[in-house]
């Protein structure tokens, strides 16, 4: 089975200033997506990034971008320009490549809470 | 277009008394899955439906918990005999598919309190 890690439970940072979320997931499969969503506190789960394991490029959403590092099974989210809406829970998420027995369930990490201080 | 709507939005119940929870997916999409997030934390998988196929119901947590679809329609997710332990937010997400770079569009979750 597979998990997902994000060993920081809360993380800060200035408006306008740059912030990194790490995620770090296990798995033996080498075909998988990867994704960022972030929660704000309306509840309505929010996709911010997606990452294919099978792309060497590292995705990029104008002030997001990724850190994919697959032998090293880690997925960090950076955050540029930080603005006082990118203040919400982000969670790190896999998601098998192929469907199978997993049927594109989402498996989650326990999620950062991100202030950002004006 | 519309989203992924829930109802109720904010739930309150007995400890004892069954709930259901409604699910209303994006018109057109297949694949239906429903979560359940404990205060403070990740969300975990709990049943998924898709089409007409049987569902994948290997991360409901007791057997106090059952979901149905119709077709490619509604979902509802029925908890009988409520525990305290069942006070979370249930979070109902839809697709194109379970396969390939499909998205899955999140509804606004419907947040159970067992008192």
């Known amino acids: 089975a597979q998990t997902v890690t994000q060993s920081q439970p809360e993380m800060s940072v200035q408006e306008a200033e740059t912030v990194t979320l790490s995620c770090t997931y296990d798995t033996s499969e080498s075909d998988y997506y990867l994704f960022w969503y972030k929660q704000p506190p309306s509840r309505q789960m929010i996709l911010v990034i997606r990452?294919?394991?099978?792309?060497?490029q590292n995705a990029t959403e104008n002030r997001f971008s990724v850190n994919f590092q697959k032998a090293a099974k880690s997925f960090s989210l950076k955050i540029s320009d930080s603005q006082l809406g990118d203040a919400a829970m982000y969670f790190c998420?896999?998601?098998?490549?192929?469907?199978?027995?997993?049927?594109?369930?989402?498996?989650f990490g326990q999620g950062t809470i991100l202030t950002v201080h004006p | 277009g519309a989203g992924v709507s829930q109802s109720p939005s904010n739930k309150v119940t007995e400890k004892g008394k069954d709930v259901e929870l409604r699910c209303d997916p994006i018109s057109g999409h297949t694949a239906l899955y429903w979560y359940r997030q404990r205060l403070g934390q990740g969300l975990e998988f709990l049943i998924y439906?898709?089409?007409?196929?049987?569902?994948?119901k290997s991360g409901l947590p007791s057997d106090r918990f059952s979901a149905e679809r119709t077709g490619e329609s509604v979902s509802t997710l029925t908890i009988q005999r409520t525990q305290q332990e069942d006070s979370a937010v249930y979070l109902c997400a839809s697709s194109e598919g379970p396969q390939g770079p499909y998205e899955q569009y999140f509804g606004p979750g419907t947040r159970l309190t067992v008192t």
């Open positions: 990452q294919e394991a099978y792309k060497q």
């Open positions: 998420a896999y998601r098998s490549y192929a469907g199978g027995t997993s049927y594109g369930k989402l498996t």
């Open positions: 439906f898709q089409g007409n196929s049987a569902p994948d």
